[in-house]
């Protein structure tokens, strides 16, 4: 193919120049004496992107996966009982996770395109005098369906039944790119991972964890079988303490940290406000595109459709795989696929990370294309001249008409 390809699926995102530049250096002694001096005050900026104060955020090598994992075996025995809600392939897979590592898992379905189920937590939680519940789980951004939860207000309900489980939240899509707050909204510990909205290659699982998991995982007898499901590679104890002194237990992925240095200076640099703003602007382009093609948004309403990516559902007799096929085989453009119980109903546009709007237009030309050459009936050009329209409004126009 000539040219350019498209990446427009969420996560991997776009990598700037200026992150693969960071990274393309010889490989460095993590045991250097100066190695702290790089360190400290990465880890310590991390906590700005978090908005945690009081918290700690820990590296390992690995993904948002094992950042899942990691939440779970520092934290829980087996048979604790969690409460979590699968509406979307992550927050299901998250939930299977708990399931295989032995807890007792109360897992509420939603239909796929719905958001965490606020007054379902609430019931449960209320029913549960004894605190039988020892952790609430959250899929902030559920990539899949490009759904936004509420993690606010699954706090507010632990706060107003006095209830004590942990609130453990997958960011992996939304932190960086979406307003996160890990000490107001009271998250005990919240993963992320290197290849959306930090920019980077996959590689990094980044785990927030509050100043209360740290107290309870400093203070927890290390005897075998006494401690949590067992972390080994994960222990968060281990890393705090390793960190402490601006190392780690074991190699570090450093390459991948100079490259992390780069994506949080770069993040700070536009300001966190300016980088949501900037996702939203974008996000409703792609929303205004689907309005204009007749198409229907995979997430249910508009309070819940996620900045950082949208699930386009193609319509009854129509197949999504084959827009996803046609759009990469003749047009260079990865759109996302439909995972499981959307698979061939929909096609993901991710709108996230180092991303400007003419970006979001290749790929909304290429979604076009791609949806003409399979027989998709709608107007060439209509979703395109509805984000062009939506982009060349000011910020304030855009917010007027919002509203
Ligand atoms: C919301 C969410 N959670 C978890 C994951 C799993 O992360 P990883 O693929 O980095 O292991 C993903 C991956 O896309 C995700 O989008």
Redesign the pocket.
Request: hydrophobic letters at 25%; proline letters at 3%.
């Given at each position: 193919m000539i040219g350019n390809k498209t990446l427009a699926v969420?996560?991997p995102t776009n990598m700037p120049t200026r992150i693969a530049q960071s990274m393309n250096i010889p490989l460095e002694d993590h045991r250097a004496p100066d190695f702290p001096d790089f360190v400290k005050p990465l880890l310590n900026d991390l906590k700005k992107v978090f908005k945690t104060e009081t918290g700690s955020v820990l590296v390992f090598p690995?993904?948002?996966?094992?950042?899942?994992e990691a939440a779970i075996r520092n934290t829980l025995s087996a048979g604790d009982s969690v409460l979590v809600s699968s509406f979307g392939q992550?927050?299901f897979?998250?939930a299977q996770m708990c399931r295989e590592l032995s807890l007792d898992v109360n897992c509420i379905d939603q239909e796929w395109g719905k958001a965490t189920p606020l007054e379902e937590y609430r019931r449960v939680l209320t029913e549960d005098r004894a605190h039988k519940v020892k952790a609430v789980l959250v899929?902030?951004?559920?990539?899949?369906t490009g759904v936004t939860s509420n993690v606010a207000a699954v706090r507010a309900i632990l706060n107003d039944l006095n209830h004590p489980a942990l609130l453990f939240v997958?960011?992996?899509?939304?932190i960086g790119s979406i307003d996160f707050k890990m000490d107001e909204w009271g998250v005990d510990v919240a993963?992320s991972?290197s290849?959306?909205g930090f920019m980077l290659p996959?590689g990094l699982?980044i785990v927030g964890v509050s100043e209360k998991v740290n107290y309870q995982i400093q203070n927890v007898s290390r005897r075998p079988g006494d401690t949590y499901l067992g972390c080994g590679y994960f222990d968060f104890a281990n890393m705090i303490s390793a960190n402490e002194s601006g190392y780690f237990p074991y190699t570090p992925a450093a390459t991948l940290l100079r490259g992390l240095r780069t994506s949080v200076d770069m993040l700070l640099e536009e300001g966190l406000d300016n980088v949501f703003a900037r996702h939203t602007r974008l996000a409703n382009g792609v929303r205004a595109a689907v309005d204009a093609w007749g198409l229907k948004n995979c997430a249910q309403t508009p309070d819940i459709f996620s900045d950082t990516v949208t699930a386009i559902m193609v319509g009854e007799g129509y197949d999504a795989n084959m827009v996803i096929q046609t759009a990469y085989k003749k047009y260079g453009v990865s759109l996302g696929a439909g995972l499981s119980k959307v698979a061939g109903k929909v096609f993901r546009i991710g709108h996230l990370g180092w991303l400007n709007e003419t970006m979001v237009l290749q790929a909304l030309g290429g979604a076009e294309l791609a949806m003409r050459d399979v027989g998709i009936d709608f107007e060439a050009g209509s979703g395109l001249g509805a984000a062009v329209k939506l982009y060349t409004q000011s910020p304030q126009e855009m917010a007027m008409a919002a509203e």
């Open positions: 969420p996560g690995g993904s948002g996966t094992g950042g899942w992550f927050s897979l998250w899929c902030h951004n559920e990539t899949a997958d960011g992996v899509s939304s993963v991972g290849q959306k996959t699982a």
